[in-house]
Structures are given as C-alpha cells and as structure tokens.
C-alpha cells in the first residue's frame, strides 16, 4: 500500500513490455480448446479443406475484433477495459452491469473451466479420490492467486515461461502428426453427410476467446499507443499460425473420419506417435495450456473488480491497489472465491467444464457485442486525437465484427443446456443490484 500521503495515490503503471502483452495474448487464447475441439469442428465442417478455412476464417474475425478492440483501448486506456468503455459510452448503469458479469459470471467462469481442464488431465497423472478433478481444480485455482498476489511482476514471469512451454508444447504435437504413418484408406475420407460450417465456427470461436482481455492492461503497457495493437495483432498471428499447424497435424495422422470420431484428438494422435508414453505427455501438455490460460485470465480479471469498486460504493473494498506489488489485492480474492465456488457448481452437475461453458457464454457475447458497438458512439462525438490507432475500413470491420457477436450471442442460448440459464440468473441479480442502488454522482 501507499503509506506516504505526499505521494500520488497507487494504481496501475506501464510495466509490461511488448514481448510481455504479446505472450499474455497468446496465453489467454491457448488453452484447452485445441485439444479438446477439433472433433466437433471436423465433424461439422465434412472435409479438410472446409474445416481449415474455418480455422483461418476464425483467425481473420478474431483480429477484426482485435483491430476494434486496439482503437478502444489505445483511445482510453483504463485498468477497467470494457467495463471503462461500456461506462463512457453508455453510463455508468450499463458498465456496472458488465463488472457484476464479469466478476460472477464471465473471467471467474473463465478462470474454473481452465481449472477443470487442468484438473480433469491431471487426475489422469494422479488420483486424488472420488472428487479428484474438484480437488485439483481448487489446488490450482488457490495456487495462482497466491502467485499473482505476490505482484504483477511473479504473475507476468510465470505467464512467460507458461506461455512459451505451451507453445513448445504445441509445436510437438505438429511434430507428432508428421511422424506418425499415414491413417489408412477409409480414415482419410470426408466425414458424410456434409458438415454445416455455421456450427463449426460455434466451437472455432469458442477456441479464439480470450484475446479482448488485453484491453484490461492498457494502462499497463509500456508505448501503450503503439504496442497494445502491436500485441494483439502478432499475438493472433502466432494463434493462428498455432492452430492451422496444430489442425494439419490431426488431419494428416488421424484422417478426416478418425478425428471427427477422436474424443481426445491430440491424445490419439501422441498416442499413435510415440504410444503410453505419448498419451501421458500430451496430459501434461493440456495441463499447462490450461495453467496458462487461467493464470492470464486471473491476472486481468481482477482488474475489472478493481475498477468496479472504485465507481460503485457497494464494493468500494475492491478498489484497492497494492502499490508495492502492483497488484489490485481485494479484487484478486474476491475472484478467487468465485471460482471456487463455481467449482462446487461444476461438481454438483457432474460436467465441470461443459457447464461453465454453458454458464458463461450467453452473457459473454451480449456484452462483446455491446463493447463493439461503442466504437460507433466514440467515433460520432468524439474528435480524432493525434496519434490514436484508428481502426481500417470503418464501418465495415466492426460492423462485422458485431454482426458475428449476435450470431454467437444466439447460438450460444440455442445450443447449450442449464448452465446457460444459471448464468442469465446471475446477471439478472446484477441488474436488480444496480436498480437499487443509489446512483454515484460521476
């Protein structure tokens, strides 16, 4: 904490550098998606071809929504991110709403479906009892907070050798499919009847989540006018480059048919390549990728409980920043305690990770595409600062942009189960709140 009170208040300061944002990037966006989806997609897409252009077609949206993104927060750059935008754009109702979904529903939500990924892997290494993959989902959860608390500088370390070994990692399953032997005459075939590539983008996009979170550092970055598009664009790039390698891998050792039908494609295909030992390995692999995607997650959520305690007096414990450790202290186990307890949820309905999808996406979409939408507001009332990234081709890009966060925002609701409806009752509770709630004069 700031004990001289000569001294300016504490808060965020520009200390991450452009290597330091990009791997962030990166860390958020791999995760368990890679190796847990490319069946659904293969099977929705029907042939090679198809499903690769999905992938690169989920690239291209995604930095879409980067380039929309990168004017927001070089234009307001703000420890509070979307929920900084979503306030000046809309007022300061609206931008409470979204800090409630965040905190209960959206990163926290994020934060136990990285955990049960990890923990659902791990138990495969080491059974920890009947409730093995709840107890190692809390063990990490409990892990990375501690790390994170002890400054953003251990939190950044971490997310750079995660990052790295996560990339490392992906790069040997690409290896893995060019050692394997070639599947056999059937295995090879387009998947029949043919896929429908509207419900393959669902789980593409799905696998692309998580870049926006850059918008949480802002304030954070060094050259933040410079490097917060500079991070997000090269950061997508690597995804992409990541995700077709990874893709051709499963296509080119497993089939078209045999990885539509793998339930653990990355699993088979180590398996295939070097057999038992192959299997354990690309557990510890999703094991890290998980690790990675939670601890970034982590680390930026937290920034919009800071930000929503210093605008709502109901939670103004939450704005507290740590100045030593440059960390938001409160925020971060507030989140913490959150997550745990969405872990409980995932244990009671017995699908953990399946749940908190269904639990977070919903709401997710709904205020993407509302963030989006706001560049439309800043771009009528206010004047063009000198140096300020704009993004190409406006209105078309995120016009774009906003039209695929209505689609996800509708297949997001029309194909998942209760856990979707658990999450719009929790939104629902954050509306009543801000209903009630005495107005804080801006």
């Known amino acids: 904490m700031n004990n001289n009170p000569s001294a300016p208040p504490a808060g965020p300061r520009p200390v991450l550098d452009l290597k330091d944002a990009t791997a962030l990037v990166v860390g958020i966006v791999v995760g368990a998606g890679i190796f847990q989806l490319p069946a ?12 690769m252009l999905a992938w690169l077609l989920g690239g291209v949206i995604s930095l879409l929504g980067a380039l929309c993104y990168a004017e927001l927060a070089t234009a307001h750059p703000n420890a509070g991110g ?13 931008a409470r709403l979204f800090a409630w ?12 479906s990285f955990a049960f990924v990890f923990a659902d892997y791990t138990t495969q290494l080491l059974r920890l009892g009947e409730y093995s993959s709840s107890v190692w989902a809390a063990l990490l959860i409990l892990a990375l907070t501690g790390i994170n608390i002890v400054g953003l500088k251990a939190g950044k370390a971490t997310q750079n050798v995660l990052t790295l070994i996560l990339c490392a990692g992906l790069v040997l399953v690409t290896a893995a499919g060019v050692l394997v032997p070639a599947p056999d005459a059937a295995a090879v075939q387009p998947v029949s009847p043919p896929g429908a590539l509207h419900l393959a983008m669902v789980f593409v996009l799905f696998t692309y989540g998580g870049w926006n979170d850059a918008a949480y550092l802002s304030a954070e970055i060094k050259n933040g006018e410079r490097n917060i598009v500079r991070s997000l664009v090269y950061g997508l790039l690597v995804v992409t480059a990541l995700y077709m390698l990874v893709s051709s891998a499963y296509l080119v050792g497993l089939g078209m048919t045999g990885l539509a039908k793998s339930p653990a494609p990355a699993a088979d295909l180590l398996q295939r390549a070097w057999g038992k030992g192959g ?5 510890v692999i999703v094991g890290l990728a998980a690790i990675t995607s939670a601890n970034a997650t982590m680390l930026t959520g937290a920034r919009t409980n800071y930000a929503l305690g210093r605008d709502w007096p109901m939670f103004r414990w939450l704005g507290r920043w740590h100045g030593a450790r440059s960390v938001p202290m409160n925020a971060m186990l507030l989140q913490a305690a959150i997550a745990l307890a969405l872990v409980v949820l995932g244990t009671y309905t017995r699908k953990g990770f399946q749940t908190m999808v269904e639990y977070t996406a919903p709401v997710f ?10 560049l439309f507001v800043f771009r009528t009332w ?12 406006y209105p078309f ?9 209505v689609y996800m925002l509708y297949s997001s609701l029309a194909y998942t189960g209760a856990g979707a409806l658990v999450g719009v009752a929790v939104l629902a509770v954050g509306a009543l709140l801000v209903i009630v709630s005495p107005r804080q004069a801006e």
């Not at 979409?365 to 706001?374: D, T, Y």
């Open 382 to 393: 206010e004047t063009q600062t000198p140096g300020r990234f704009r993004v190409p081709y």
């Open 82 to 94: 979307e929920y900084h935008f979503l306030q000046r754009a809309y007022g300061l109702e609206v």
């Open 279 to 283: 299997a354990a390995l690309i557990s």
């Open 397 to 405: 890009t995120p016009l774009i942009f906003c039209g695929v966060c």
């Open 40 to 51: 659904l997609i293969a099977a929705n897409t029907g042939d090679g071809k198809t499903m």
């Open 101 to 112: 979904a965040r905190m209960t529903v959206i990163a926290s939500g994020a934060i136990a």
């Open 365 to 374: 979409w709904l205020f993407f595409f509302l963030v989006g939408m706001s």
